[in-house]
């Protein structure tokens, strides 16, 4: 495996060619991730509920992300590493800006932000400051309480074509990436078809570039999962016999399949 970039991640998207993320929060997961041949790592801000045991993300710290940013940047040299930046970290540009380049400074390789058009004078502001950019469209978990609960997003044809309008005006503004989270199958593939840039599905059907799930969920952890999750453990020899076989069904496209969609 060689070392993932951009670039790389890009040249799959022409090619056609599918891809898979976990997000996971340690070294030692880190390296089973790497030896899996998993073309990029989330250092989620997940980990609020994953290893601290919160009921959202939003307690998270940016001093939080650049410690498990930094762990798994000890773990693993080939995987490309993203980051969360965490809820109230990037209300302004400049706050956007120091936040970004403490998670960089910890080893990420890019970082990663909740939000519509209204973040585009903060990624044109990272991109001057070499920072590139993955956004997050749809059910973005930093707004639970907005949107009143974990739910599914774009279902209407006003909500939808915003979103569109979002994806189109983050990618022009100098977003690198683009995760969608708990949106139609319709919707997703919509946004995918539209962009240059690749796209990264959780619950949002098969038709994305990419697929990510959480570390804890695919290896049956987590006792409660969301639809759009598939236990890989079961069946499995090992950890990295699980992350192995999460990989090659991205990449052969059979998962997600039609129960872990939503219409």
């Not at 980990?47 to 307690?59: A, C, F, I």
């Not at 949002?204 to 290896?219: E, F, R």
Request: one cysteine or more.
């Amino acid at each position: 495996m060689s070392k993932v970039s951009i670039q790389s991640l890009l040249k799959k998207k022409q090619d056609g060619q599918k891809f898979a993320v976990v997000t996971c929060y340690e070294a030692s997961y880190a390296r089973l991730v790497e030896k899996a041949a998993i073309d990029v790592i989330l250092v989620g801000d997940s980990l609020g509920n994953v290893v601290q045991g919160n009921d959202s993300t939003l307690p998270v710290t940016v001093a939080d992300m650049a410690y498990h940013t930094a762990c798994v940047k000890r773990g693993c040299a080939q995987p490309m590493i993203m980051a969360d930046l965490p809820f109230g970290s990037y209300n302004t540009t400049e706050q956007c800006l120091e936040s970004a380049t403490s998670l960089m400074r910890a080893g990420a390789h890019m970082v990663k932000i909740e939000g519509g058009a209204w973040l585009a004078d903060s990624i044109r502001q990272l991109n001057r400051a070499g920072i590139p950019v993955c956004c997050h469209l749809g059910l973005t978990p930093q707004s639970v309480n907005v949107f009143g609960g974990y739910r599914v997003q774009g279902r209407d044809a006003a909500a939808a074509q915003a979103m569109i309008e979002d994806a189109l005006a983050l990618e022009a503004a100098g977003a690198m990436l683009l995760v969608l989270e708990c949106v139609p199958t319709s919707l997703a593939k919509q946004i995918t078809d539209k962009l240059h840039i690749p796209v990264i599905g959780i619950g949002a059907g098969p038709h994305t570039d990419a697929q990510v799930l959480v570390m804890h969920d695919l290896l049956g952890v987590t006792e409660k999962t969301a639809r759009f999750v598939r236990n890989f453990a079961e069946g499995s020899a090992s950890i990295e016999h699980a992350l192995s076989r999460y990989r090659e069904a991205v990449e052969d496209g059979s998962f997600p399949a039609e129960e872990h969609c939503f219409n």
